[in-house]
């Protein structure tokens, strides 16, 4: 673990901050930057000279280990955690500017929803904070598009989790951000679910928006993402490709184990099929 | 301005759903009402010199936990979180969740002002802008200074009560002056001592508000 008092390096692998491409740094300052950030919890450092860019358009996953600074670094990002050490930047200025939030959006662990207003309601809310021309069809847009218009009038609390994920994502994009960070995405919910929030991930990179999330799901994140890179010991690395050895040094999180012949024998003689073996 | 009204218009539709607020503010307005009623050897003239004290107490206790309720609402699902996200400034949250406490307080005190009127035998119409001058202002100032602690409070998880803890050293000097202003209301003549309990209360309401305007960047920074 490092500790305060090491002169802080580039805590991103050893990648100097430049472009996605690898030219000359654009004259554009990147959306989304950290530059030796540090964050404390009392006297431990989960985070330490901890360096991170993210040019425009670019998708990057972080991935760790329980309890490694993932949120701690998101939270950061999105300005609600003052860092102890170093600085956020959003557009080349300090993060949490006033005039720069409506060009973020945050989703956490929780909904940041209200549960007493219906769907629609806390679209409108949103809206309307962010200054949005047509709150009340942009309401109806998303809902519709995040496939909850048969919900919009159902109170939050009545929904279920992959409900709220998706109102959660709506709300997020309710003015059309130009960078999202999303703790853990994928976190409770189904497969269908699951299939539809990296659908609408994929379709935010499409549209040039600047992604930044954390997953335990490796496949997805190397499935949905420009970059991966692991969180540990404070500082990002880049993470290997899941097919490596889970030995392999730098292997950010444990790889998954086959399950028990047995259990694949059961499951067969059921009628389903388990990932990457026939039925 | 039209966030403002937007982040008020909010908390009153999230309270006429759900009421968290009115239920225990009415329950504890209502306790220290029926504390007047106990068959003490209490002189008339001891109640008037009583209730108001009594009337300011309730609005106090009360008034603490209608903004321990109201940021209670924001703690759930994480909407504090996105309230940050917002292109608003702090400033114009903390007069929104000023606004729809002093709104329930306000609804408390039409309630109670009455009814330790009639169990004080206290003449409190008798000057009633006066007695709205003295709610007005000795609402404002419990509720700004309960909504600053509030949002101070609000990211400390382990310790969901105490703003009701924290609002009380600086709440009795309002209520001693809202008090003995209300008990002066009730005087044939408004004396001049009223005038200046008032602008006590005046003074206190500017202060914590714009002290809550200034602070609340700091009280809810984590």
Same mark, same amino acid.
Not at chain 1, 23 to 27: I, L, R, W
Not at chain 1, 185 to 189: A, M, N, R, W
């Given at each position: 673990m490092h500790q305060p008092g =090491?002169? !802080? #390096?580039? %805590? &991103? %692998? #050893? @990648?100097?901050?430049?472009?996605w491409d690898g030219?000359?740094? !654009?004259?554009e300052p990147p959306p989304l930057e950290a530059i030796g950030l540090g964050r404390r919890f009392g006297t431990r /450092?989960? @985070? /330490? %000279?901890l360096d991170f860019s993210a040019p425009a358009g670019q998708c990057v996953a972080i991935i760790g280990a329980n309890g490694s600074g993932k949120t701690t670094l998101l939270r950061c990002l999105a300005g609600l955690l003052r860092p102890h050490a170093g600085q956020v930047r959003w557009f080349g200025h300090l993060a949490g500017k006033v005039e720069l939030r409506g060009r973020m959006g945050f989703v956490g662990h929780e909904s940041g929803l209200y549960a007493q207003l219906s769907v629609l309601e806390n679209l409108r809310f949103a809206a309307r904070m962010y200054g949005v021309s047509d709150p009340a069809g942009r309401a109806e847009q998303l809902a519709a598009q995040a496939g909850l218009a048969a919900y919009a009038h159902c109170r939050v609390a009545q929904l279920s989790q992959g409900m709220r994920q998706r109102a959660a994502l709506a709300r997020a994009l309710v003015h059309s951000p130009r960078v999202v960070l999303w703790d853990e995405?994928?976190? #409770? @919910?189904d497969t269908q679910a699951t299939d539809w929030l990296a659908g609408q991930l994929e379709a935010l990179r499409r549209r040039g928006c600047t992604l930044c999330f954390s997953t335990h799901e490796l496949h997805r994140a190397w499935q949905l993402a420009d970059r991966v890179l692991a969180l540990s010991a404070g500082r990002l690395q880049p993470a290997s490709p899941? &097919?490596?050895?889970?030995?392999? =040094? %730098?292997?950010g999180v444990p790889q998954a184990t086959s399950p028990p012949q047995g259990l694949v024998k059961r499951l067969a003689a059921a009628g389903c099929r388990v990932a990457g073996r026939a039925a | 301005m039209r966030k403002l009204v937007c982040l008020v218009t909010k908390d009153l539709v999230s309270e006429w759903r759900m009421p968290r607020l009115w239920p225990a503010m009415a329950l504890v307005g209502l306790v220290v009402a029926a504390s007047l009623t106990l068959p003490l050897e209490v002189l008339p003239e001891q109640k008037r010199q009583l209730g108001p004290a009594l009337l300011w107490v309730a609005i106090l206790l009360a008034a603490m936990l209608a903004v321990e309720r109201s940021f209670a609402s924001e703690r759930e699902e994480g909407a504090w979180e996105a309230v940050r996200m917002y292109p608003v400034g702090m400033g114009t949250v903390y007069l929104a969740k000023l606004l729809s406490n002093a709104l329930a307080v306000a609804g408390l005190e039409a309630l109670l002002f009455p009814l330790f009127s009639a169990l004080t035998d206290?003449?409190?119409?008798?000057h009633p802008g006066g007695l709205v001058a003295v709610a007005v202002l000795g609402n404002l100032a419990i509720t700004s200074l309960g909504t600053l602690l509030g949002a101070l409070v609000l990211g400390l998880r382990h310790l969901p009560g105490a703003s009701a803890l924290l609002v009380l050293p600086a709440g009795v000097p309002v209520v001693l002056a809202a008090a003995e202003a209300t008990r002066l209301a009730a005087e044939p003549l408004l004396a001049q001592a009223f005038w200046r309990w008032v602008q006590y209360l005046g003074v206190f309401a500017a202060v914590f508000i714009a002290a809550g305007i200034v602070l609340v960047d700091f009280a809810v920074e984590e």
């Open positions: =090491e002169t !802080p #390096g580039n %805590g &991103d %692998g #050893g @990648l100097p901050t430049k472009a030219t000359t740094a !654009p004259a /450092w989960v @985070l /330490w %000279g995405p994928f976190v #409770g @919910l899941p &097919d490596a050895s889970p030995h392999q =040094e %730098g292997a | 206290l003449p409190v119409a008798a």
